[in-house]
C-alpha cells in the first residue's frame, strides 16, 4: 500500500474507533512478516509498479467512467439537482466522449456547479474582512477543500483543443 492509502485508513480508523484496529495490525503484521522473510534470505528487490488499493481505484473508475458516458442521458437531470460536483479531470473525459446535445447540458450543469462554488469561495473570502459580522456557513468552511479536489487530479493533463 502506498503512504496515502495508509493514511487514509488510520485516518478513517482514528475517526471509527468502534471498528477497532485488529484488522490492520494484523495486515501490516503479515506485511512485515513477508519483508522480514524476503530481507533474510537476501533476496533482491525491485520496486513495484505501485499500491494495490490505487490500483483498484483506477480500475472502478474506468468502469464508473464508461458507465457515466453509456447512460448520459439518463443520469444527465440527476446529477444537474444533485449537490454533487465533478471533478475537471473527470468532466473532461466525460465531455470528450459524449456528443450533443448531452455535451452541452453537461457543460452548462458544471459551469454552474463551479461557478457556485466560486461565489462560495469569494464569501468566505468577503467574511475574513474585519468589518464582518456573518459567521461562516458550513459550506463556506469547507469550499476550499472542495475548490482543491475540483482542480486537483491530472488538472495539468487537460489543455484546449480546437
Known amino acids: 500500500m502506498c503512504r496515502q492509502h495508509v493514511e487514509r485508513i488510520e485516518s478513517y480508523l482514528s475517526r471509527h474507533l468502534e471498528l477497532g484496529s485488529t484488522g490492520l495490525a494484523i495486515i501490516y503484521a503479515?506485511?512485515?512478516?513477508?519483508?522480514?522473510?524476503?530481507?533474510?534470505?537476501?533476496?533482491?528487490?525491485?520496486?513495484?509498479?505501485?499500491?494495490?488499493?490505487c490500483e483498484k481505484e483506477k480500475s472502478f473508475e474506468a468502469i464508473y467512467l464508461r458507465t457515466f458516458v453509456k447512460?448520459?442521458?439518463?443520469?444527465?437531470?440527476?446529477?444537474?439537482?444533485?449537490?454533487?460536483?465533478?471533478?475537471?479531470?473527470?468532466?473532461?473525459?466525460?465531455?470528450?466522449?459524449?456528443?450533443?446535445?448531452?455535451?452541452?447540458?453537461?457543460k452548462e450543469t458544471q459551469l454552474s456547479k463551479f461557478k457556485r462554488v466560486v461565489g462560495l469561495m469569494n464569501s468566505f473570502v468577503d467574511k475574513h474582512d474585519y468589518r464582518?459580522?456573518?459567521?461562516f456557513t458550513p459550506e463556506e468552511i469547507q469550499v476550499q477543500k472542495t475548490a482543491g479536489i475540483l482542480m486537483a487530479k491530472n488538472f495539468h493533463h487537460w489543455r484546449r483543443s480546437r
Open 132 to 135: 464582518n459580522t456573518e459567521s
Open 71 to 106: 447512460n448520459i442521458d439518463q443520469l444527465l437531470e440527476p446529477y444537474r439537482l444533485s449537490e454533487a460536483i465533478l471533478c475537471f479531470d473527470h468532466y473532461a473525459f466525460i465531455a470528450g466522449k459524449v456528443k450533443d446535445p448531452s455535451r452541452t447540458v453537461l
Open 30 to 53: 503479515d506485511m512485515l512478516d513477508h519483508l522480514i522473510e524476503s530481507m533474510a534470505q537476501d533476496s533482491r528487490f525491485e520496486r513495484e509498479r505501485g499500491c494495490f488499493l
